[in-house]
Nanobody
Framework: QVQLVESGGGLVQAGGSLRLSCAAS????????MAWYRQAPGKQRELVATITRGGSTNYVDSVKGRFTISRDNAKNTVYLQMNSLKPEDTAVYYC??????????????WGQGTQVTVSS
């Protein structure tokens, strides 16, 4: 059974930094794209950043220059380094991974979410 477990969220002042991690475990054959999403209260879930297996990245405009997504394929882990945080970055952050697990079809998996709160 595949699990994605996020960590690293918390409370930080505006201008501060946090680093989120998301580790995938289980009978995983291979992971393709990985991504971070976020959902603020009363808003739809928003794609924040994506990274391919080869390391190509994309970001939503609002975080460009402040957030960096990276991954360690050997550890099945994706990271999100968040710098110069703003109150509007406050949300629950979710990781997503598109992968093949042994004995299952290719599909996307979600983590349980980690809260990031930025105070002004």
């Amino acid at each position: 059974q595949v699990q994605l477990v996020e960590s690293g969220g918390g409370l930080v002042q505006a201008g501060g930094s946090l680093r989120l991690s998301c580790a995938a475990s289980g009978n995983i054959h291979i992971i393709n794209d990985m991504a971070w999403y976020r959902q603020a209260p009363g808003k739809q879930r928003e794609l924040v950043a994506t990274i391919t297996r080869g390391g190509s990245t994309n970001y939503v405009d609002s975080v460009k220059g402040r957030f960096t997504i990276s991954r360690d394929n050997a550890k099945n882990t994706v990271y999100l380094q968040m710098n110069s945080l703003k109150p509007e970055d406050t949300a629950v952050y979710y990781c997503n991974a598109d992968l093949w697990a042994v004995g299952t079809a290719y599909r996307g998996y979600w983590g349980q979410g980690t809260q990031v709160t930025v105070s002004s």
